[in-house]
Nanobody, 124 residues
Framework: QVQFVESGGALVQPGGFLRLSCAAS????????IGWFRQAPGKERERVAC????????DYPNSMKDRFTISRDLTENTVYLQMNSLKPEDTAVYYC?????????????????WGQGTQVTVSL
């Protein structure tokens, strides 16, 4: 069963940074495109970043590409989301999920293995 576990969320001040982790076990992340998503209270879930399977090319919505960076460490079987210059509007629960042999960008409905999410709060 494909399952991902997110970690790294925290309370951070505006202008700060965080690195989130998305870990997998029992299968190789190289075989999956991994997407990061977020959902703020009262809002729909939105795509943050995606890294494709195999060659690991990254894709971002235009609103995310300046401050967020997705990467992966196949030896650790973990995908990371580096978030810089955080703003209060970045406050949300952040999730990761995967698509087998996927090439980003991908429709949200194709993702599987959603984790429980990790809370990011940006506030003074």
């Amino acid at each position: 069963q494909v399952q991902f576990v997110e970690s790294g969320g925290a309370l951070v001040q505006p202008g700060g940074f965080l690195r989130l982790s998305c870990a997998a076990s029992g299968f190789s992340l190289n075989d999956y495109a991994i997407g990061w998503f977020r959902q703020a209270p009262g809002k729909e879930r939105e795509r943050v970043a995606c890294i494709s399977s195999n060659y690991g090319s990254a894709d971002y919505p235009n609103s995310m590409k300046d401050r967020f960076t997705i990467s992966r460490d196949l030896t650790e079987n973990t995908v990371y989301l580096q978030m810089n210059s955080l703003k209060p509007e970045d406050t949300a629960v952040y999730y990761c999920a995967g698509v087998f042999w996927g090439l980003c960008p991908l429709p949200e409905g194709e993702y599987v293995g959603w984790g429980q999410g990790t809370q990011v709060t940006v506030s003074l």
